[in-house]
Every structure is written in C-alpha cells, then in structure tokens.
C-alpha cells in the first residue's frame, strides 16, 4: 500500500510537471526569406527577445528559407492555424485584406524619410489594428526597398524609354497599370524565371531593389539599373488572432515591443545591405542611372488619383499623401 501511495504521488507530480511544459506557448513563426537575409537576422532578434523578457514562457520556432511554403501558402496556413506569425509583402497581404493595396501604389511614398514617418506613426497602428476581422493583426513592419528599373540593353532615362519594352512585374493589378502608364508591355512572372526570362529575351528588363541584381544574379544578364524608385512596398510582421489569444496580455505586449526593436535593428542592416547591393552590382559591370523622378510620378499621376475614392484604402492613400 505504502508503494503504491508512493506511485500515486509520483505519477501526480509527473502529469502536473507535464502539464505545466504544456502551458508554455509555442509559436511557430515562417520567413520565406533567406536565413542570411536581413529580415531573417532581424526576425532571430525578434524570437530571442520574447524567450527571453517572458522567461521561456512564450517561445518562436523560425521557420526561415521559404521552408513552409510561398508567402501566400503561409498566410493561409496563418489562417488555419498552422501558422501563428508570418512576415509577408503588402502586395501579398492585398489578397487577404483590401486595406493593404494602398501600399502598393507608385509613389505613395515620396522618400525614404516619409516612408519610415508614416510606418512609425498612427497611420501604421490604424492599419496593424484594422485587419483583426481578416483573422490577423499587426505586429511592425520592414522595408523592403525602393524597386527601380532595370534592364538589358539600354538605361531607362524617361518614361519614354520603356516603350516598346517588356517587363517583368509582379502579379498585381496596380503593378501591371504602372507599367502600362509608362509606356512599356508589363509580364506577369514568377520571381525565379526572371533570370533566364532575360537570358532568352522574353523580357526586355525587370523591377525590383538592388539585391535582385546581386542575390538573385540578375546583374549578370541586366546590365542597366535606373534608380527610379517608383514603388516601395513595405513587408509586415502579423500574428493570427488565434495565436494572440494564446497570450496573456502582458505577453502580447512583449511581443510586440520587441517586434518593434527588431525592426530598428533591421534598418541599419538593410540600409547596408543595399548600399553593398550597388557597390556590388557595379563590380558586376552595371551602369546605375539616376533619372529624373518627377516625369515617372507624372505618369502615374492619374492611378493615385483614381485610388484616393477606393472604397476599401481611399482614407489611407490620402492619409499618407497628406503626411508631411
């Protein structure tokens, strides 16, 4: 009797020892970026920040390298649940909730100064709050860069300069529009065909940041990069609400505190990764072309006009064209 009283007790203690590791939550957390990618340095700030100030409590599996799937399957895995936390581009997000396409527009931004203004003020917490019906909020957000023009033949000066040409360009109604307000044929395709798209002349030329030219080698076939800069898409960081209710409220708050530190740390990665990007791209024979900004934006002119009574971001898009 005394054995198995002993073996009562012992097996209690276990399931309650069980019980409490069951109690900690784990969250899993999918980057379709590379490991060594700024984002994903940043995003193992991020987790370790949390495991850390909850003391164990709440701890974030990286998922890094696309190992999960394409942004897109992961943010339905995010809504599933099989998913808790994602870092996906605005123009993926677009898909889920229309308030997202009012970062996809030409020159929303004027700069790089206004850019970070008005992601760091009320307009960003309006937006990371607005999307908890989607079945996700908000937790920060990441530049993704200033994308320009670049191509195989001949720099692009002016709008004038595309006609005739065929780019590629995501596969998004607003991209295909700019392309064609322009001047130039637009070409849906995926990222990865870019370079052999190039190669056997498909297409005249691309869009994208400067690490295109680099990582993605495309600096090896396109030999002109014209630093336009007509969009800059930023990515965000957003948490399914199911994962959020999993959190006390004082553990929601450290998350995302520590969102927001990982994304000042980041900026000084990325505004380095894309300096070196140019640097590197010119060690790879590419000319950088600096046009003049003003006659793309003019083109382009009538789009943000048209998107400033969108039902769903029109109140955004004059949000942010009336920040200063």
């Known amino acids: 009797m005394k054995f198995s009283s002993l073996a009562i007790a012992l097996t209690s203690v276990l399931a309650l020892s069980v019980g409490a590791a069951d109690a900690k939550t784990r969250l899993r957390l999918a980057n379709a970026l590379s490991e060594d990618h700024p984002t994903s340095t940043a995003l193992k700030q991020f987790a370790q920040e ?19 799937g394409s942004e897109r399957e992961v943010l339905e895995q995010l809504q599933n649940g ?26 929303i931004f004027k700069g790089e100064d206004h850019f970070y203004k008005v992601m760091t003020g009320p307009i ?5 709050n607005a999307t908890a019906d989607s079945g996700f909020i908000g937790l920060t957000f990441f530049d993704s860069g200033a994308r320009s023009f670049y191509t195989k033949d001949k720099p692009i000066n002016t ?21 064609e307000m322009m001047g130039g044929t637009p070409t849906p395709l995926a990222y990865g065909e870019i370079y052999t798209s190039l190669q056997q002349g498909v297409i005249d030329g691309a869009e994208n940041n400067p690490t295109a030219l680099t990582i993605g080698r495309h600096g090896e076939v396109a ?24 959190l006390s409220p004082e553990e929601l708050e450290i998350v995302k505190e520590a969102a927001v530190h990982a994304t000042d740390s980041f900026r000084t990665l ?13 060690k790879m024979g590419v000319t950088i072309v600096s046009p003049d900004k003003a006659a793309f934006r003019e083109k382009v002119m009538p789009l943000l006009d048209e998107y400033t009574n969108d039902p769903d971001a029109g109140a955004l898009v004059n949000q ?5």
């Open 223 to 246: 030999k002109f990069y014209s630093q336009d800069e007509h969009l800059r898409i930023p990515d965000f960081l957003v948490m399914s609400n199911q994962a959020a209710e999993k």
């Open 320 to 324: 942010i064209l009336q920040t200063e």
């Open 124 to 128: 960003a917490d309006e937006v990371y």
């Open 82 to 107: 099989a998913v808790d936390i994602t870092r996906a581009s605005a123009a993926n997000l677009e898909n889920f909730d229309p308030i997202f396409k009012a970062f996809t527009l030409p020159y």
């Open 159 to 179: 709008p004038s300069d595309l006609t005739g040409l065929k780019f590629r360009v995501m596969n998004s109604n607003t991209s295909i529009r700019m392309v």
């Open 270 to 282: 990325w505004d380095k990764s894309m300096s070196d990007a140019l640097v590197q791209a010119e």
């Open 50 to 68: 949390v495991e850390d100030r909850t003391n164990g409590e709440v701890t974030i599996k990286l998922f890094l390298n696309g190992v999960l």
